[in-house]
């Protein structure tokens, strides 16, 4: 049974900085990428990063040049470096992964496996 589990949300000003982790267990069958969402309140959830098994990024524009993305294949771990933090930024954030065959799409309806969320919520 595949578990993901998010730490390191919280609350922070704008321009400071948070990183997400997430800890993934039984995932033995892999898809070829895990990444981060966030679903603001009233709105749908939203490819935030993805990491292919090869190391290539995907970014979603609005989080371009502010957020990182990596991961450490040993500990099963996911992480996510977010500065520069706007009031905008405000969501729950999910670490997702893929299951074997999926298209490294970063869209919701391509990841098979997800977390329960962390908040994050930055103040102006």
């Known amino acids: 049974q595949v578990q993901l589990v998010e730490s390191g949300g919280g609350s922070v000003q704008a321009g400071g900085s948070l990183r997400l982790s997430c800890a993934a267990s039984?995932?033995?069958?892999?898809?070829?990428?895990m990444g981060w969402f966030r679903q603001a309140p009233g709105k749908e959830r939203e490819g935030v990063a993805q990491?292919?098994?090869?190391?290539?990024?995907l970014y979603a524009e609005s989080v371009k040049g502010r957020f990182t993305i990596s991961k450490d294949n040993s500990k099963m771990t996911l992480d996510l470096q977010m500065n520069s933090l706007k009031p905008e930024d405000t969501a729950m954030y999910y670490c997702?992964?893929?299951?074997?065959?999926?298209?490294?799409?970063?869209?919701?309806?391509?990841?098979?496996?997800w977390g329960q969320g962390t908040q994050v919520t930055v103040s102006s």
């Open positions: 990491i292919h098994i090869d190391g290539t990024t």
């Open positions: 039984g995932y033995n069958a892999r898809g070829p990428c």
């Open positions: 997702a992964a893929q299951g074997p065959g999926q298209r490294c799409i970063l869209e919701e309806n391509f990841y098979k496996y």
